[in-house]
């Protein structure tokens, strides 16, 4: 489901002529209650940078929420996984700054920089594994949210829409159910079948009577 269908099945639905801007603002809501609620592929990014000689920080990257991991590649490619602390652990485990090595530890040191420790011994590349909102599907047009579960998008931007037009409340519970009902199958993809193979946690097996 693309924007355009989105906002026509919104007016459809609750019978009435909102404004671009109101639309708007119940798509973005929406997207920011499920992005919230469910981690799905579209929230995930990869990008590398640069731990410098010296410098215990490391700038994030400007659309960056939260880590998944981050890794540090020695001259030989091999990948070490920091361990997460904060910033108080890194200044007690490695007060001295001068004190050099290979980074084992990182931690949140502002909104937009990690610490980490010890302070680099060398020049290495740094792979981060992070949380972002991607693009929203009112300027996009199209998002993997609208393609692949669209019933999440459109009943959570309906609750939006109900609420502003003061709706009855049991309209209002209607499409809170239905949200709800989609946001449960959307976690059981997202957390749940996204996470796992055959192969480690077998097939599901449905037990019969």
């Known amino acids: ?8 099945n919104i007016q459809d639905i609750c019978e009435n002529t909102f404004t671009a801007d109101q639309l708007a603002m119940f798509t973005e809501q929406a997207e920011q209650k499920i992005y919230n609620s469910v981690q799905i ?19 994030t990257p400007t ?10 590649i020695d001259a030989s490619g091999e990948y070490h996984y920091l361990l997460n602390k904060d910033v108080n652990f890194i200044r ?20 937009n920089t990690f610490i980490v420790g010890p302070t680099p011994n060398a020049n290495y590349s740094a792979e981060l594994h992070y949380g972002y909102y991607p693009q929203s599907i009112v300027t996009a047009g199209t998002t993997w949210l609208g393609d692949e579960f669209d019933s999440a998008l459109l009943n959570g931007a309906l609750v939006e829409a109900i609420r502003f037009m003061k709706g009855e409340p049991d309209m209002v519970q209607l499409y809170t159910t239905l949200y709800a009902q989609a946001i449960g199958l959307l976690k059981n993809l997202g957390d749940g079948k996204l996470r796992q193979d055959a192969y480690r946690s077998g097939q599901f ?3 019969v009577g």
């Not at 489901?1 to 026509?8: F, K, R, S």
């Not at 659309?63 to 540090?72: E, G, H, T």
């Not at 007690?92 to 909104?111: N, Q, R």
């Open 41 to 59: 592929p579209a929230l995930r990014k990869n990008v590398t940078g640069t731990l410098a000689t010296n410098n215990k920080y490391l700038s």
């Open 92 to 111: 007690e485990a490695y007060p001295v700054p001068t004190s050099t090595g290979l980074p084992k530890h990182y931690a949140y040191f502002d909104d």
């Open 63 to 72: 659309d960056f929420l939260w880590a998944y991991s981050l890794a540090v």
């Open 205 to 207: 097996r449905e037990k």
């Open 1 to 8: 489901m693309n924007y355009a269908e989105l906002t026509a």
